[in-house]
Structure formats: C-alpha cells, structure tokens
C-alpha cells in the first residue's frame, strides 16, 4: 500500500470517527422523555389561554443540561443564564425529582399568573409570552436533587 493511499483511508477514518462523536444522536438521551414532558406540559399551559405550543428546541438540550448542572455546581439559580443564546429562562433549583420538576415547579412558575410587578411573574410571563417560539428544557441530577433549565427563544 502506497503512502498516499495509507494517508487517504486514515483521513477518511478520521472522519468517520469525528463524524460519529460530533452525531447529535439523543438515543442515549436518559433525559428524553422527561423533555418531551416538559415541553408538553408548558405547553398545557399555553393552550388554556389560547397562546400557540413552543417548539421542542431539540439543539440546545445538552447545552441546558450544562447550564442546570454549573448552576448546581455552583448554588447560583440563573447563574450560567445566557450562555446557550436563550432570551429568557426558567428554573427549577434542588428539587428532589424530574416528575416533581415537571408536575410541581413548572405548576408553580404557571400559578405566579399575570401581574406587575414583573419580579413576581416573571416566570409566568416566559412561559406564556409570544415572543418565544421554542424551549430547550435541561436536567442535572446531582444524587440527591434534580436541578432544571427552561431556555426560551
């Protein structure tokens, strides 16, 4: 085998080797059925006041999920916040499940309602605002609480 050639099959392994780790293959994914759940249940929401369904921002998940994990690293809510290009987030700190995240925090963040002062329903506000069309929702299981993103776009 010629060096040229010995070259041309490494780069071409190379490839594929770059190819399958760069893949954006979620079927590993032990989060997935929890994001669909999220989403869905924002959703919910959305749909009692007659506001159209956020999209599933599929892209940005594992990037949502290194956002819930430095800010549990760090104790901080919102503290890596911006840094997978959302406009907006939400955030579910130390709860004790991914079910009590999808069933009780998303509910709570809901019953904040309508109002002023922003402070107080803000994140109402982000889930229920049309000026978000997706919603990449993030995990970070620390061993003895969950933490959680919601990154609105």
């Known amino acids: 085998m010629t060096l040229q050639k010995k070259i041309s099959n490494l780069s071409f392994l190379g490839f594929i080797l770059i190819f399958f780790a760069c893949s954006n293959d ?58 997978c290009d959302e406009y907006a987030q939400n955030e579910c700190p130390g709860w004790g499940s991914v079910d009590d995240i999808i069933s009780g925090c998303i509910q709570m963040m809901w019953d904040e309602g309508p109002g002023e002062p922003y402070s107080e329903h803000g994140h109402y506000i982000n889930m229920s605002s049309t000026s978000y069309t997706k919603v990449a929702c993030g995990f970070y299981d620390t061993g003895s609480e969950v933490w959680s993103v919601m990154n609105f776009r």
């Open 26 to 83: 979620k079927s590993d994914d032990i989060y997935a059925e929890a994001r669909v759940d999220c989403v869905d249940r924002i959703n919910e929401f959305r749909a009692t006041e007659d506001l159209p369904p956020l999209k599933r921002w599929s892209d940005k998940e594992s990037c949502a999920d290194g956002e819930a994990k430095s800010d549990s690293i760090s104790g901080i809510a919102h503290g890596a916040f911006g840094t």
